[in-house]
């Protein structure tokens, strides 16, 4: 096939030339008619002068001083004629196979091999090859299923002289040729383009092809000088190339019209189903040859990097790959140039027709003169305005390249709309959050993108009102939007608009930038969650410590009164009641310090399978209308816990189910060892590794999810007035927070409710639970007894006399010091409360340690003995006792000091 360069530029300068004759003839009268025929004379120069330097191939240099230069077919001169173009033909691939070079190629010795080389080429006589299945004229099998194309002679050319046989796999995949290379199973691939990812496991030759990548379009096309002339055409695309991605860098705007193989672009193209084509120049002369494409042109080069193909061997066969270069290297550019031009039919002459020059040259002597005097008139003033729009051209194409680059290298969202909500632009960005990659979005609205991508109607219906209201409202608006976006996934934007002036004042575009602050907003609300339970938690806490100086000095007032009364006095059982209330008062100065910091009391290891089975065994006796089922992992998990407070975790879930179920059901109780990694804790700030879970479930009315989201806040109940507290949820997250581990709820309307607690395995071997026997044990010995709570002081001092010991009180830490440094010698065990004020109870036990070191200090408080007291118990205090504590409790830990019992 020659190129149709000549007929269309001989139509173009005819065109050219009664369009000026026409034009001048309407100088006078229009100025617009004179610059469009400079414009349209500089595109046709310019196309004579990039055709010249774009079609002749560099690897034909040694054609350069024939009058025609070529991909032919054939090393035999084709015959000419007086006919003013040589007629192109397009043999068949039989024809080609039956074509035998009679060129002489090289040697071994013209390869001057390395020792490895020579080794490996003696050890090896045969390698296995394959390509692509269909890639003419390259690499293709033939009517008679024989493997055929340059590839295949150019490997021919080089194995044969190297004595290697070649075992051929044909018609396989693409996909499976290049899988079956990294496997091992395949040697070398004939025809191959070089990547990066490509690269990672194949040795790529020196190219053997190159060819430049042109235009194409149909004859009768309208002129196209390059690539720019493609903006807003429709231009046939093959998906996942590189040229749409060009021109999209070069801020060159085409409709793109997908095709599924080079032959159907262009057939597209052919058919008028699309303007233009961007192919390489070989494959696209063969395509068109073989199909009868008559109607079909290059219309214009381009100005990108040409198409190269290379023979690639796997990496770890680096002498094959180094002797196939030497090989390319030698082999003689006659024999190269014979491979080409034996499937090649490009052909370009530079000549035209002498009869057909004198001609034209006559005419435009003709037209010409009759012109000459009007266009010099007008020339100089032609020129600056062309000047001048070309200028403006290129810095508007250069703006739109930096607008482009600027919104792209963003991580936010950025979309420009017009007053009707067309989109004029959006980044990569925005395009990605939406899946929508390969849409067509320019100059559309969103609900016709919608219609394309259904799942996003919803979305988009939002998106177009926020937008018309942002219009309305002119100027610039800024606020969060809750985005729905594809597969069920929520995020919240905060989102300002702006509406962009012309220089008359009127609405010209909207402009929307967006940022993601969807894991910002979830931190921002974990953060005032815990700092809401922690100040909570912080005065609950104080409160708590208050209650139970008071149950201490009730409690211990009610011991000393029990002490003095026989059992069958009428009082007894009174004050045994008494103390019961002081019992159920503890249990719930108890939860509210589960709200504060260090909320724990005696921590010890635990078998949770008989805890959990002791607690919900109890807890079925009373409620039998619900039935209690259980599945326990085995061996049962080990935690360190407080015992008294997790089955008071436990208790709280218990009623919550059951208050669930007003008509019975079913509590399941379940629990396992599992894993946790990173990703899991780190929203909960607590460590990976190996942790116990206990699932309690119901099948309750169950919550929704704004009600998940609350129920364990302090105060927070769904009960009516009188009915609830709202603490046993919120103490029961902040004990299990105290033990390092966490609570999670899941729950659905009508579907029940599912607790799940996870907790830090344990190493330590379990503690058996036993009761033993309490009773009162005296002594004689002198105990100093410090608080700043005189009614602490007074009923302290009672039942130490009451147990034979000779107390000595303090109030408070000062006084302490003094009595001690007075008195120190005859003192054998020092009670020293936590929170004082003034000298506290660290400050005190330091000064203590100073005067008398060896005297042992237990401390007392009605917090826990997690936080303060157990620093303090680390540096050397002896033991600890929570208050409210009875009479017997007392007398044990004090005589456990005084004996120095373990």
């Known amino acids: 096939m020659k190129y149709r360069y000549e007929k269309s530029i001989l139509k173009k300068i005819i065109s050219l030339y009664i369009f000026l004759y026409t034009a001048i003839l309407l100088a006078f009268f229009s100025s617009h008619a004179i610059t ?22 560099e690897s034909d ?15 035999k001169s084709t015959s000419q004629s007086d006919e003013k ?8 691939v039989e024809k080609h196979n039956k074509r035998d070079s009679n060129i002489i190629t090289f040697t071994l010795e013209d390869l001057d091999l390395s020792p490895s080389e020579n080794e490996w080429l003696h050890n090896n006589k045969t390698i296995t090859v394959s390509g692509p299945r269909s890639f003419p004229p390259f690499y293709f099998l033939s009517n008679k299923n024989e493997l055929s194309g340059i590839s295949v002679d150019f490997l021919h050319a080089i194995m044969k002289p190297l004595g290697i046989k070649l075992i051929i796999r044909k018609n396989i995949p693409w996909q499976e040729v290049l899988e079956e290379t990294k496997a091992g199973n395949i040697d070398l691939v004939a025809c191959i383009a070089k990547t990066r990812e490509r690269e990672s496991f194949l040795r790529f030759s020196k190219p053997f092809l190159s060819f430049p990548l042109v235009i194409i379009t149909r004859v009768d096309a309208p002129f196209t000088g390059g690539i720019f002339d493609l903006a807003g055409k429709k231009v046939t695309t093959i998906k996942k190339t590189i040229t749409s991605e060009w021109l999209r860098r070069d801020g060159i705007d085409i409709i793109p019209h997908y095709a599924a193989s080079p032959l159907d672009g262009l057939k597209a193209v052919s058919f008028g189903e699309a303007h233009a084509q961007i192919e390489n ?13 008559t109607n079909l042109k290059v219309a214009a080069p381009t100005p990108y990097e040409n198409y190269n193909l290379h023979i690639a061997v796997r990496k770890d066969l680096e002498e094959l790959g180094a002797i196939i270069d030497k090989a390319i290297n030698v082999m003689p550019d006659v024999q190269q140039t014979e491979i080409r031009n034996k499937w090649l039919s490009v052909r370009y002459e530079y000549g035209i027709s002498t009869t057909d ?18 266009v010099l008139i007008w020339n100089k003033k032609l020129q600056k305005e062309i000047k001048e729009r070309k200028e403006s051209d290129a810095a508007l194409r250069e703006s739109g390249l930096r607008l482009r680059t600027l919104i792209n290298s963003m991580t936010d969202i950025v979309c420009f709309k017009d007053g009707d909500g067309r989109w004029l632009e959006v980044n990569d960005v925005y395009l990605k959050l939406f899946d929508l990659e ?4 320019r100059g559309r609205k969103n609900s016709e993108i919608a219609m394309d991508y259904p799942v996003l109607k919803d979305t988009f219906r939002v998106c177009e009102k926020t937008d018309a209201a942002a219009w309305q409202a002119g100027g610039i608006s800024r606020g969060n939007e809750v985005i729905q976006l594809p597969g069920d996934n929520t995020k919240i934007f905060d989102v300002v608009k702006t509406v962009t002036f012309d220089n008359k004042g009127n609405r010209k575009s909207l402009v929307l930038v967006g940022r993601d602050i969807t894991e910002k907003t979830k931190m921002e609300q974990q953060l005032q969650h815990s700092q809401r339970f922690e100040a909570i938690g912080t005065l609950a806490g104080g409160i708590a410590h208050d209650f139970n100086n008071l149950l201490m000095a009730i409690k211990g007032r009610s011991s000393l009164i029990l002490m003095e009364l026989e059992a069958y006095s009428p009082h007894w059982k009174h004050l045994k009641a008494i103390e019961e209330y002081i019992r159920n008062a503890t249990d719930l100065t108890r939860q509210l310090i589960g709200l504060a910091q260090g909320g724990k009391y005696e921590i010890k290891p ?14 079925g006796r009373t409620k039998k209308e619900i039935s209690i089922k259980t599945g326990f992992c085995s061996p049962s998990p080990v935690v ?3 015992v008294n407070q997790l089955k008071q975790v436990l208790l709280n879930i218990y009623i919550n189910a059951w208050q669930a179920m007003p008509n019975g059901g079913d509590l399941i109780i379940e629990t396992r060892i599992i894993t946790l990694d990173t990703l899991f804790c780190t929203p909960y700030k607590i460590l990976p590794g190996k942790y116990a879970t206990l699932s309690i479930s119901d099948t309750g009315t169950g919550m929704n999810k704004s009600i998940c989201e609350r129920i364990f806040d302090p105060f927070f109940t769904t009960k009516e007035k009188g009915r609830g507290t709202g603490l046993g949820l919120a103490s029961a997250y902040g004990i299990i927070r105290n033990h390092s581990g966490i609570i999670t709820v899941y729950s659905e309307e009508g579907k029940g409710s599912t607790f799940n607690i996870y907790l830090p395995l344990s190493n330590m071997e379990a503690v058996n639970e036993h009761n033993e026997e309490t009773r009162v044990i005296k002594g004689c010995e002198t105990i100093l007894m410090i608080d700043d709570e005189e009614m602490i002081l007074e009923v302290g001092e009672a039942l130490l006399e009451k147990l034979g010991y000779k107390v000595i009180i303090a109030e408070g830490g000062e006084d302490a010091i003094d009595i001690l440094k007075s008195k120190g010698d005859v003192i054998d065990l020092i009670i020293l409360d936590l929170i004082m004020p003034g000298m506290d109870g660290r400050e005190t036990f330091e000064n203590i340690s100073k005067i008398r070191p060896e005297i042992p200090v237990m401390l007392s408080s009605g917090y826990s003995v997690q936080g303060q007291a157990s620093d303090l118990m680390e540096k050397g205090c002896k033991d600890f006792i929570q208050k409210p504590f009875d009479i017997s409790e007392l007398s044990g830990k004090i005589r456990k000091l005084l004996d120095n019992l373990p």
């Open 281 to 293: 120049l070989a494959a696209a002369t063969y395509l068109i040859a073989e199909n009868g494409l």
């Open 36 to 57: 469009a025929v400079a414009e349209e004379s500089d595109k046709i120069s310019l196309e004579l002068v990039e055709i010249q330097e774009k079609i002749v191939p």
């Open 606 to 619: 635990i078998y949770l399978n008989n805890l959990v089975q002791e607690s919900s065994s109890m807890f």
């Open 640 to 642: 360190e816990v407080d």
């Open 85 to 92: 173009y040589e007629k192109n033909t397009s043999p068949s």
């Open 61 to 75: 240099e040694i054609n350069k001083n024939n009058n025609s230069q070529s991909f032919g077919k054939s090393e």
């Open 357 to 374: 020059i004198i001609k034209w040259v006559l005419m435009t002597v003709i037209f010409s003169g009759s012109i000459l005097t009007v």
């Open 438 to 441: 390969s849409a067509d979005f």
